[in-house]
T-cell receptor, first 111, second 110 residues
Framework: DVKVTQSSRYLVKRTGEKVFLECVQDMDHENMFWYRQDPGLGLRLIYFSYDVKMKEKGDIPEGYSVSREKKERFSLILESASTNQTSMYLC??????????FGQGTRLTVV | QKEVEQNSGPLSVPEGAIASLNCTYS??????FFWYRQYSGKSPELIMSIYSNGDKEDGRFTAQLNKASQYVSLLIRDSQPSDSATYLC??????????FGIGTKLQVIP
């Protein structure tokens, strides 16, 4: 089975902190994605990557950056966390079989 | 216009009835179409994928695609209380970008 693992299930950070969310997949997938999910807004794409060191902005990239130094790992970085970034963050990966596999999600609270 | 549009619901159906979920998309170049189910507090899980016009059946689920109308639907026959969840429509476009709709909350009433 494909496994997509996010580093934390729950995270509490202070306003202004730099926050790293890590995602690792074990299926050699080319494509990886970061979404955030908020009530009433659904899943919104923050950034995605289609290859190592390649990244593309999604629909809401402001306040975020990403890093993909190795194929299996895709990191989401909140440069200076703010309370409006409190959300559920979901990582997904996708390979030749077309469907996307999701991690278990990280519920981030910024206080 | 949103790239992928769904009615947020809730859609309430009695147990044993057919639930019909709908989705429209704006990018005519979209290639792949998916339905995910998401239970509260859980990650989305794939239940159906469809790539060409027409119907695709898998057990109690049927996905329908009409590229000319830019329309995707999911039918759930013999709905069960365990089908109560949010159903997300997803569409793949350029650079393999996967875009999701807001999701439709389905409630199956015993």
């Amino acid at each position: 089975d494909v496994k997509v693992t996010q580093s934390s299930r729950y995270l509490v950070k202070r306003t202004g902190e730099k926050v790293f969310l890590e995602c690792v997949q074990d299926m050699d997938h080319e494509n990886m994605f970061w979404y955030r999910q908020d009530p009433g807004l659904g899943l919104r794409l923050i950034y995605f990557s289609y290859d190592v060191k390649m990244k593309e902005k999604g629909d809401i990239p402001e306040g975020y950056s990403v890093s993909r130094e190795k194929k299996e790992r895709f990191s989401l970085i909140l440069e200076s966390a703010s309370t409006n970034q409190t959300s559920m963050y979901l990582c997904a990966s996708r390979g030749g079989e077309v469907r996307a596999f999701f991690g278990q999600g990280t519920r981030l609270t910024v206080v | 216009q949103k790239e992928v549009e769904q009615n947020s619901g809730p859609l309430s159906v009695p147990e044993g009835a057919i639930a019909s979920l709908n989705c429209t998309y704006s990018d005519r170049g979209s290639q792949s179409f998916f339905w995910y189910r998401q239970y509260s507090g859980k990650s989305p899980e794939l239940i159906m994928s469809i790539y060409s016009n027409g119907d695709k059946e898998d057990g109690r689920f049927t996905a329908q695609l009409n590229k000319a109308s830019q329309y995707v639907s999911l039918l759930i026959r013999d709905s069960q209380p365990s089908d109560s969840a949010t159903y997300l429509c997803a569409v793949t476009g350029g650079y393999q970008k996967v875009t999701f709709g807001i999701g439709t909350k389905l409630q199956v009433i015993p």
